[in-house]
């Protein structure tokens, strides 16, 4: 058993942002199921928006971020994020970290979709993502101390305050105890056939978090992105948002761009509106592409997107490269309030697996990283002033009937099944399909003790729980809405604008789901 004053779950921006700005007497633990530097993070190839240029404001940025997100944005934490991007920027800047420049040697800030300004910050053209997880890991400090490979499993709750985990390496169980406790284990892209995500992010954080009695909210809003990388059926990288903001435009193979007609941003619509046109396409049995003739140096401009490319045979010299939507980013997750707190005391998240309510439906371009970096200071500065003693709590760890060989689908049906009935379409039949085939299998209640579990089986089991609060949160918000669209709602309510779907288990014995509309 270890014992720590914060323990951090993940170990993406968000995580290593938080711990960064920690006080140094503090004994911080990250514990991250594979390495440290393996995350969505690291594989973020687009920018952080921040309002820089004098011809810019928080404000107008605040405003693109409301239109993105089809005004289900939380409004206070959405500002707040706008108005400290550039102190933010700055920090970054002072400390060393390296933004691209232009030839004046400002920043070079570029454009991408749902922007009405330049005001996208790069590192490597398509590398940011690596260059500040790079950074923040070098800004760290002794106190700071990292735990590789442990599958954390197990929220420990008494008396409705969380003071540990229990986590998986190999074969052992190990408990880490502390006073506060913060889920940074990013979103839940691997439901999905089609993603743009890391392998490991599995929705295991958010599932840990309903099991223990957190709420959630806003479950239905998952963001497809509009262009991976899309060859034989399968989805390899992400092509960058930024490759439209540097010039390049959508075409089927008959060189007609489908995105003029469609809405005036054009080709920097926002993300939904390109996914679902993508979409339609694709279902209409034409192939879509991005024609990137008129980028110049496009291999210097886009190191990791040309070597994506070229490790799937795709030329880019020809000027083409096929695409299609993917499941992208969670807007949903976690339910917390500008510092962090989640609805169980001691327990807190960031990051994706948080819901700050920033993002509405939909996630305007480069507002992830941001968010990770703002709400990540925030969270350490509240927990700077909250102090770190360990409330004294009774060690009992109850066990139930063990199933030796529960029952569960394979990650391969589950995340097709996913993607038909839950993915960038959805309806009703699809939708109540999918729930009665996800609770056919043994998880509510689980007849099961989950410590007994393989860490495979525990991967699978929160797979399976994530893709059920998604369905669920989906069936309810009839209409459509950004990221959430509906054939049988397939217009905008009013009456649901202003509306959340939050989920809780209610019981003592944890066992019941109940959706509540705020």
Not at 61 to 88: I, K, R, W
Not at 199 to 206: N, R, V, W
Not at 259 to 276: C, F, N, Y
């Amino acid at each position: 058993m270890k014992m720590a004053d914060v323990i951090i779950i993940g170990s993406g921006l968000s995580a290593l942002q938080v711990a960064k700005h920690l006080n140094r007497d503090m004994n911080v633990m990250i514990i991250t199921k594979s390495s440290i530097r393996r995350s969505n993070s690291s594989l973020a190839q687009g920018g952080i928006a921040a309002s820089l240029q004098e011809d810019d404001h928080p404000y107008a940025h605040f405003l693109d971020t409301l239109e993105a997100g089809c005004y289900a944005n939380h409004p206070g934490h959405t500002l707040s994020m706008t108005n400290e991007a550039q102190e933010v920027m700055e920090e970054l800047i002072r400390e060393g970290c390296k933004f691209d420049m232009n030839l004046a040697g400002e920043l070079d800030l570029g454009r991408e979709g749902g922007h009405q300004h330049n005001r996208i910050i790069h590192s490597g053209g398509d590398q940011t993502g690596k260059t500040l997880v790079s950074h923040l890991i070098q800004q760290l400090q002794d106190n700071v101390h990292f735990y590789e490979n442990h599958f954390v499993f197990d929220l420990l709750v008494q008396d409705g305050r969380c003071y540990g985990v229990k986590s998986k390496q190999g074969e052992g169980t190990h408990t880490f105890l502390a006073p506060h406790i913060i889920l940074a284990t990013g979103g839940c892209g691997q439901l999905y056939s089609i993603t743009s995500n890391d392998e490991m992010i599995t929705g295991d954080g958010l599932a840990l978090a309903y099991l223990a009695g957190a709420e959630l909210s806003d479950m239905e809003f998952i963001q497809f992105h509009p262009t991976l990388l899309f060859k034989e059926g399968r989805a390899p990288g992400l092509i960058s948002e930024a490759v439209r903001g540097e010039g390049a435009i959508l075409v089927n193979e008959k060189g007609e761009r489908i995105m003029e007609a469609v809405h005036p941003l054009q080709d920097l619509a926002p993300r939904h509106i390109v996914a679902q046109s993508i979409y339609d396409r694709i279902q209409s049995g034409e192939n879509v592409y991005l024609d990137i003739r008129s980028i110049d140096d496009f291999a210097t401009r886009f190191p990791s997107i040309t070597s994506l490319c070229e490790q799937n045979e795709i030329q880019i010299s020809n000027g083409f490269i096929p695409v299609a939507p993917g499941c992208h980013f969670s807007m949903g997750g976690i339910r917390t309030d500008e510092a962090g707190r989640t609805t169980i005391d001691g327990l807190y998240a960031i990051g994706e697996a948080a819901c700050t309510g920033v993002h509405g439906a939909n996630r305007l371009a480069s507002n992830s990283l941001l968010e990770g970096l703002v709400f990540g200071r925030k969270l350490a500065h509240e927990l700077n002033r909250s102090g770190s003693s360990l409330k004294p709590f009774n060690r009992r760890f109850l066990e139930k009937d063990v199933l030796h060989d529960p029952k569960l689908p394979t990650i391969q049906e589950l995340k097709h099944s996913m993607m038909e009935r839950v993915g960038i379409v959805r309806s009703k039949e699809g939708l109540t399909k999918q729930k009665q085939w996800l609770e056919s299998f043994q998880m509510v209640p689980h007849p099961f003790d989950i410590h007994k579990l393989t860490a495979e089986q525990m991967t699978r089991f929160f797979m399976l729980y994530t893709s059920w609060l998604i369905t669920i949160s989906a069936l309810q918000r009839e209409e459509s809405r950004g990221a959430h669209f509906r054939t049988d709602f397939p217009k905008e309510r009013s009456a649901w604008q202003s509306k959340q779907v939050i989920q809780k288990r209610t019981t003592e014995k944890r066992t019941s789901h109940e959706s509540i509309r705020v």
